[in-house]
């Protein structure tokens, strides 16, 4: 195909401004689907817990033809977390198309990706989207906008940036507010107009770089790329230049390139094309492929280093493989973790103290726990451990730890105590500002570890009102200790299941995080003291059954419904000396000395017996 005739562009945007959405009514509107096919919303996110979540996780790509045209559409993460796809991504587009809500405008981590795209001399069209919400702001969000590409250092080429509203959910798209309701061909003929064509001979030596990886059940890993320049044709044999600096002759032996939401197979493919390539037993994100008679060795993809790490064990527990685990092994682990780490080099994996641990670093708390809960439904058992920010020192020696801007929206009657959280985790107010519906914006600097489990904290303080969101700045000297959880832990003492009338004499000493009959173990953690020190509680006693009390009676017991905690939850939750049992059927929190005397030793305040 001419390639005149390709536009190659990226979608960004905030995490559920709608992206995936605007993408569905291209494919629709574009005819990539027929009149009578059903389709899912979101046809995009394929992953389940992009689907559960509503965010997009792993970027994808699929293509419409139109009038001709054919544009390559790439769906990218809108979560700073996992900002390493979002980098390798960009190298692939000539355009972006900036999806912002009519009633929100622009957000931190919009801003995160934006930067990225405007760096890389991308030219921007911009979607102002749900503009059938109440109250929304179409042209307050626009002048937002206008007021970030500023604040970025854009080009006069990017500040001239071409505009449309539209609403995803109704199909909807114009170019001015004032004109009747359109359809998105309107955004289709603005992607063909100011999106250029993409550059290179096809005459050239053949050059591609690899930006990703799909799995096919038939072909295996599937490098993907786009075509620099020259010509690629299955079985032809290639160069591939790799990490280490070495050099090796490989034969391809398929190409494929996306229909739609489909890859099929293709014989030829040209500059500006996204392929994917079958037949590389080993690569890398970032190997390049080019011609065997002048190998050509590409600068490696850049991508931001991490900020948050836990470790990854063999999970050690009394029930281990009693609750749906399938893989369990030190090796099993490792080559799932390795796995990880090649689909997205932003996550880091390194070797801890013999065969079965494994350090796991990545750029937030939900970049590792989506890791976690993929692995969980893939019938992983493991432990994990708390998250540690990771420090750097500069060429001095002092300390540097990551920091981050934080925003908090809030109601102003919610606003002190707020202020006064985030306070205590080392914050450092820039801005506060409250505007005509009362609600308080506030602007802090904090360093990333204050930001562990600050969100569930702010909504409890706020009564589920506060819309927080942060976006890594950079490193700077240590702000000093920030408080751990205050409170300690109910440890269990005998092995069993936990009966309703024990359970029942410790709900005045804290709150529960198990119910009645759940299998428990010494070591376990079973609820949150109200007091500052641990305390080994047995939770499996039950009352002494007489001639006039049956065993039944403990079920008319009435017990205060115990907390449910999430991952997240479990993850903010712990402390140094406790971990996470991981199953594919339950999340248990356990101290990581199972063993009292040992714990006593190791720990700076013992553990008080009940």
């Given at each position: 195909?001419?390639?005149?005739?390709?536009?190659?562009?990226?979608i960004i945007a905030h995490v559920d401004h709608g992206k995936t959405t605007l993408v569905d009514q291209l494919l629709k509107q574009c005819g990539t689907f027929h009149e009578?096919?059903?389709?899912?919303?979101?046809?995009?996110?394929?992953?389940?817990?992009?689907?559960?979540?509503?965010?997009?996780?792993?970027?994808?790509?699929?293509?419409?033809?139109?009038?001709?045209?054919?544009?390559?559409?790439?769906?990218?993460?809108?979560?700073?977390?996992?900002?390493?796809?979002?980098?390798?991504?960009?190298?692939?587009?000539?355009?972006?198309?900036?999806?912002?809500?009519?009633?929100?405008?622009?957000?931190?981590?919009?801003?995160?990706?934006?930067?990225?795209?405007?760096?890389?001399?991308?030219?921007?069209?911009?979607?102002?989207?749900?503009?059938?919400?109440?109250?929304?702001?179409?042209?307050?969000?626009?002048?937002?906008?206008?007021?970030?590409?500023?604040?970025?250092?854009?080009?006069?080429?990017?500040?001239?940036?071409?505009?449309?509203?539209?609403?995803?959910?109704?199909?909807?798209?114009?170019?001015?507010?004032?004109?009747?309701?359109?359809?998105?061909?309107?955004?289709?003929?603005?992607?063909?107009?100011?999106?250029?064509?993409?550059?290179?001979?096809?005459?050239?030596?053949?050059?591609?770089?690899?930006?990703?990886?799909?799995?096919?059940?038939?072909?295996?890993?599937?490098?993907?790329?786009?075509?620099?320049?020259?010509?690629?044709?299955?079985?032809?044999?290639?160069?591939?230049?790799?990490?280490?600096?070495?050099?090796?002759?490989?034969?391809?032996?398929?190409?494929?390139?996306?229909?739609?939401?489909?890859?099929?197979?293709?014989?030829?493919?040209?500059?500006?094309?996204?392929?994917?390539?079958?037949?590389?037993?080993?690569?890398?994100?970032?190997d390049t492929l080019s011609s065997t008679n002048n190998p050509v060795h590409l600068p490696r993809i850049h991508i931001d280093p991490p900020t948050i790490s836990m470790l990854?064990?063999?999970?050690?527990?009394?029930?281990?493989?009693?609750?749906?685990?399938?893989?369990?092994?030190?090796?099993?682990?490792?080559?799932?973790?390795?796995?990880?780490?090649?689909?997205?080099?932003?996550?880091?994996?390194?070797?801890?103290?013999?065969?079965?641990?494994?350090?796991?670093?990545?750029?937030?708390?939900?970049?590792?726990?989506?890791?976690?809960?993929?692995?969980?439904?893939?019938?992983?058992?493991?432990?994990?451990?708390?998250?540690?920010?990771?420090?750097?020192?500069?060429?001095?020696?002092?300390?540097?730890?990551?920091?981050?801007?934080?925003?908090?929206?809030?109601?102003?009657?919610?606003?002190?105590?707020?202020?006064?959280?985030?306070?205590?985790?080392?914050?450092?107010?820039?801005?506060?500002?409250?505007?005509?519906?009362?609600?308080?914006?506030?602007?802090?600097?904090?360093?990333?570890?204050?930001?562990?489990?600050?969100?569930?904290?702010?909504?409890?303080?706020?009564?589920?009102?506060?819309?927080?969101?942060?976006?890594?700045?950079?490193?700077?000297?240590?702000?000093?200790?920030?408080?751990?959880?205050?409170?300690?832990?109910?440890?269990?003492?005998?092995?069993?299941?936990?009966?309703?009338?024990?359970?029942?004499?410790?709900?005045?000493?804290?709150?529960?995080?198990?119910?009645?009959?759940?299998?428990?173990?010494?070591?376990?953690?079973?609820?949150?003291?109200?007091?500052?020190?641990?305390?080994?509680?047995?939770?499996?006693?039950?009352?002494?059954?007489?001639?006039?009390?049956?065993?039944?009676?403990?079920?008319?017991?009435?017990?205060?419904?115990?907390?449910?905690?999430?991952?997240?939850?479990?993850?903010?939750?712990?402390?140094?000396?406790?971990?996470?049992?991981?199953?594919?059927?339950?999340?248990?929190?356990?101290?990581?000395?199972?063993?009292?005397?040992?714990?006593?030793?190791?720990?700076?305040?013992?553990?008080?017996?009940?």
């Open positions: 195909m001419d390639t005149s005739k390709i536009r190659n562009v990226a009578n096919e059903e389709v899912n919303e979101r046809v995009m996110d394929s992953d389940n817990l992009e689907r559960e979540r509503g965010i997009t996780i792993l970027s994808k790509n699929t293509s419409v033809m139109y009038k001709g045209y054919r544009v390559n559409i790439v769906d990218t993460p809108g979560h700073a977390d996992f900002g390493g796809q979002v980098e390798r991504v960009l190298g692939t587009v000539d355009g972006v198309i900036l999806v912002v809500d009519a009633f929100e405008g622009p957000m931190a981590q919009t801003r995160f990706v934006t930067q990225k795209a405007l760096e890389m001399g991308l030219i921007p069209i911009v979607v102002v989207n749900k503009i059938d919400r109440d109250g929304c702001n179409p042209h307050g969000a626009l002048d937002k906008v206008f007021d970030l590409f500023c604040e970025l250092d854009a080009n006069e080429q990017q500040l001239d940036f071409d505009k449309v509203f539209g609403s995803g959910r109704k199909g909807i798209c114009k170019a001015e507010m004032e004109d009747p309701d359109g359809d998105f061909h309107i955004l289709m003929d603005k992607i063909i107009e100011r999106i250029p064509a993409p550059k290179g001979d096809p005459n050239a030596e053949p050059l591609l770089q690899i930006a990703s990886l799909e799995y096919s059940g038939f072909l295996g890993r599937l490098a993907v790329g786009r075509v620099q320049q020259g010509t690629f044709k299955p079985n032809m044999t290639v160069a591939q230049a790799m990490t280490d600096g070495k050099v090796k002759n490989i034969r391809i032996q398929k190409i494929l390139r996306y229909e739609g939401l489909t890859p099929q197979p293709i014989e030829e493919a040209g500059p500006g094309d996204i392929i994917l390539i079958a037949g590389l037993d080993n690569f890398d994100i970032g990854f064990t063999v999970n050690t527990s009394p029930l281990a493989g009693k609750y749906g685990g399938k893989f369990m092994t030190g090796n099993q682990l490792q080559e799932r973790l390795e796995r990880a780490h090649m689909a997205d080099p932003a996550l880091l994996v390194e070797k801890v103290d013999g065969a079965s641990t494994f350090k796991v670093s990545g750029r937030g708390i939900l970049h590792l726990t989506i890791l976690v809960e993929n692995m969980r439904r893939e019938l992983y058992e493991f432990t994990i451990g708390s998250p540690q920010v990771i420090f750097k020192n500069d060429e001095n020696g002092k300390l540097l730890e990551p920091i981050e801007e934080f925003k908090v929206e809030v109601p102003s009657e919610f606003s002190g105590a707020c202020i006064q959280e985030i306070n205590t985790r080392k914050g450092e107010m820039v801005n506060m500002t409250t505007d005509e519906n009362d609600r308080v914006t506030l602007e802090y600097l904090v360093p990333s570890r204050g930001l562990i489990g600050i969100r569930p904290k702010l909504l409890s303080l706020s009564k589920g009102y506060a819309i927080s969101q942060s976006i890594f700045k950079d490193y700077e000297p240590y702000k000093g200790e920030i408080p751990a959880r205050v409170n300690g832990v109910l440890i269990a003492k005998e092995p069993g299941e936990a009966a309703s009338y024990a359970l029942s004499n410790l709900e005045d000493r804290g709150y529960l995080i198990i119910g009645p009959g759940a299998e428990v173990y010494p070591g376990m953690i079973v609820g949150e003291h109200n007091r500052d020190v641990d305390i080994i509680v047995n939770v499996t006693k039950g009352k002494h059954l007489t001639n006039m009390r049956s065993k039944s009676a403990d079920d008319m017991i009435q017990l205060t419904p115990y907390r449910r905690l999430t991952l997240e939850e479990c993850v903010t939750f712990i402390n140094e000396d406790e971990c996470i049992e991981v199953t594919p059927e339950v999340l248990r929190l356990r101290k990581t000395e199972l063993d009292p005397i040992k714990r006593k030793q190791l720990s700076k305040r013992p553990a008080e017996e009940d």
